[in-house]
């Protein structure tokens, strides 16, 4: 699971380990929520549930929806043996053997075996109904609790573009638009904008809008954090260049090794992008 990041959930006094690359697709532990049940082998737990026949229809019709590489036949061989004695499967196994992509099964300090939500909420149900729905609770807790940094987030760095935005257009108005008439003073701020677009998008906001009729908005209203943090900074150093009497053609070029440089290193800041950034600091 590349570019993780590890939260907690906490249900009837037993604490979950939930790892996400997005904050869409969640791993949840199913070792910890094993633990309800055995606190001393959760393996056992898992291993018993796995070689049931209803669990095996539920993962492998999971894995049919969600993986183009699933081994159906494998699981098909798995299908017809289980509810035989001698029957037995493992989180590994099943990853082994079928391409599976809705379990994860991790070593060290917390390692463990981890399931995509929907599956971990099909094991907690098979554990007890109600421990499921105390993890549910929290799980909706910790959703809400990101969704709100996220918009946050997104919203301080949307208004930190505008204010540039300001400034940029500013510069434009002093040092380029003198003589010209108000149609070519909408014209010329229509320009310098999607230079920044360009740059840092690929493409015009015109170009954009008819590729996105459906879409309310323009292009910068769809932009990630990072993004916006960048088109600040464009913004800033376009005003600059402009003052410096720096021509078009050549402030795009340099616009556009700024927009490739700073997205390349916020990337590589940390698995978690900006957002660990701002969650350290809180």
Same mark, same amino acid.
């Given at each position: 699971?590349?570019? #993780?990041?590890?939260?907690?959930?906490?249900? #009837?006094?037993?604490?979950?380990?939930?790892?996400?690359?997005?904050?869409? *697709?969640?791993?949840?532990?199913?070792?910890?929520?094993?633990?309800?049940?055995?606190?001393?082998?959760?393996?056992?737990?898992?291993?018993?549930?796995?070689?049931?026949? !209803?669990?095996?229809?539920?993962?492998?019709?999971?894995?049919?929806? *969600? !993986?183009?590489?699933?081994?159906?036949?494998?699981?098909?061989?798995?299908?017809?043996?289980?509810?035989?004695?001698?029957?037995?499967?493992?989180?590994?196994?099943?990853?082994?053997?079928?391409?599976?992509?809705?379990? =994860?099964?991790?070593?060290?300090?917390?390692?463990?075996?981890?399931?995509?939500?929907?599956?971990?909420?099909?094991?907690?149900?098979?554990?007890?109904?109600?421990?499921?729905?105390?993890?549910?609770?929290?799980?909706?807790?910790?959703?809400?609790?990101? *969704?709100?940094?996220?918009?946050?987030?997104?919203?301080?760095?949307?208004?930190?573009?505008?204010?540039?935005?300001?400034?940029?257009?500013?510069?434009?108005?002093?040092?380029?638009?003198?003589?010209?008439?108000?149609?070519?003073?909408?014209?010329?701020?229509?320009?310098?904008?999607?230079?920044?677009?360009?740059?840092?998008?690929?493409?015009?906001?015109? #170009?954009?809008?008819?590729?996105?009729?459906?879409?309310?908005?323009?292009?910068?209203?769809?932009?990630?954090?990072?993004?916006?943090?960048?088109?600040? *900074?464009?913004?800033?150093? !376009?005003? =600059?260049? =402009?003052?410096?009497?720096?021509?078009?053609?050549?402030?795009?070029?340099?616009?556009?090794?700024?927009?490739?440089?700073?997205?390349?290193?916020?990337?590589?800041?940390?698995?978690?992008?900006?957002?660990?950034?701002? !969650?350290?600091?809180?």
């Amino acid at each position: 699971m590349p570019k #993780q990041k590890k939260d907690t959930i906490e249900a #009837q006094g037993f604490s979950i380990q939930i790892y996400t690359e997005d904050f869409k *697709n969640d791993y949840i532990s199913l070792t910890d929520i094993a633990r309800y049940k055995n606190t001393d082998d959760p393996r056992f737990v898992i291993q018993n549930w796995m070689r049931n026949r !209803n669990t095996l229809e539920f993962i492998g019709l999971w894995e049919a929806l *969600n !993986n183009a590489d699933f081994n159906r036949v494998q699981f098909d061989t798995f299908r017809n043996e289980a509810g035989l004695n001698r029957f037995t499967m493992t989180p590994q196994k099943w990853i082994d053997s079928t391409n599976a992509i809705g379990f =994860i099964s991790k070593s060290g300090r917390y390692g463990g075996t981890y399931a995509h939500y929907d599956i971990a909420m099909e094991f907690a149900s098979w554990i007890s109904p109600e421990f499921k729905l105390y993890i549910i609770q929290d799980y909706k807790r910790l959703k809400n609790d990101e *969704n709100s940094k996220l918009s946050i987030s997104w919203n301080l760095h949307r208004e930190i573009s505008k204010i540039n935005y300001r400034i940029h257009t500013d510069a434009i108005k002093t040092y380029l638009l003198v003589d010209l008439t108000s149609e070519q003073l909408s014209y010329k701020y229509a320009s310098e904008a999607d230079i920044l677009n360009v740059a840092l998008f690929g493409k015009r906001a015109k #170009q954009w809008r008819e590729e996105n009729p459906s879409l309310k908005g323009n292009i910068r209203d769809y932009a990630s954090l990072n993004e916006l943090l960048v088109l600040a *900074n464009m913004e800033s150093y !376009n005003a =600059i260049l =402009i003052e410096k009497g720096v021509k078009q053609k050549e402030r795009m070029v340099e616009l556009r090794k700024l927009a490739r440089t700073q997205l390349l290193s916020l990337e590589r800041l940390n698995d978690d992008g900006l957002l660990s950034i701002e !969650n350290k600091d809180q």
